[in-house]
């Protein structure tokens, strides 16, 4: 089947580091996405990996690892305008992509 | 546009009734997706597009929704006999291309504002 599955929550305070995971269940895997949702807009373009490894894009990196099906998406000096939901999203051969329901991410002062 | 657009921002409807939502996608953008986002939860894949054919509507959730797009421009959503299972905030994504097989490379989607169906 084709799933992929990320925590609903997380919550962390102000200037510290999260990881969210995800990990994924399908054939014709090509890559993993990650994109942010703030309350009422639009999904925005964060990370994608096809390869293993850690791709680095500022305060935002995103690792995957095949053999495990798994990645995630680390934030660090969060700020308080990352509050927002996190969803990862699997890329797949037939042009479909598969998203994940989202982590709602909650950053305290 | 600088943008995806999508029209109307809200539609209230009673049940019964067809609605038309509306994408304008990012001049030159050969791909458009259409998802569907219930409350709280995440982004269902409707249909895809990649220039005016639709290699893939299996995300339609019924025959009463169909999807059309004029060559690499705008597309239309149309859900026929609307149910209150239909309500949900659909959004529209184009990017530059589609995924090639042999690449495997990903396009970023770049999102519309989306258009929140309210069905009575």
């Known amino acids: 089947g084709q799933s992929l599955e990320q925590p609903s929550e997380v919550t962390a305070v102000e200037g510290a580091i999260v990881q969210i995971n995800c990990t994924y269940q399908?054939?014709?895997?090509?890559?993993l996405s990650w994109y942010q949702q703030h309350d009422g807009g639009a999904p925005t373009f964060l990370s994608y990996?096809?390869?293993?490894g850690l791709e680095e894009t500022g305060r935002f990196s995103s690792f995957l690892s095949r053999s495990d099906s798994y990645g995630y998406l680390l934030l660090q000096e969060l700020q308080m305008k990352d509050s927002a939901s996190y969803f990862c999203?699997?890329?797949?051969?037939?042009?479909?992509?598969?998203f994940g329901a989202g982590t709602r991410l909650f950053v305290k002062a | 546009g600088a943008g995806v657009s999508q029209s109307p921002s809200n539609k209230v409807t009673e049940k019964g009734k067809d609605v038309e939502l509306r994408c304008d996608p990012i001049s030159g953008h050969t791909a458009l997706y259409w998802y569907r986002q219930r409350l709280g939860q995440g982004l269902e894949f409707l249909i895809y597009?990649?220039?005016?054919?639709?290699?893939?509507k299996s995300g339609l959730p019924s025959d009463r929704f169909s999807a059309e797009r004029t060559g690499e421009s705008v597309s239309t959503l149309t859900i026929q006999r609307t149910q209150q299972e239909d309500s949900a905030v659909y959004l529209c994504?184009?990017?530059?291309?589609?995924?090639?097989?042999?690449?495997?490379?990903?396009?970023?989607?770049?999102f519309g504002p989306g258009t929140r169906l309210t069905v009575l």
């Open positions: 994504a184009s990017s530059p291309s589609s995924w090639g097989m042999s690449s495997g490379r990903s396009d970023t989607q770049y």
């Open positions: 399908t054939s014709g895997f090509y890559g």
């Open positions: 999203a699997e890329n797949t051969g037939g042009f479909k992509t598969i």
């Open positions: 597009f990649q220039g005016n054919s639709a290699p893939d």
């Open positions: 990996n096809a390869l293993d």
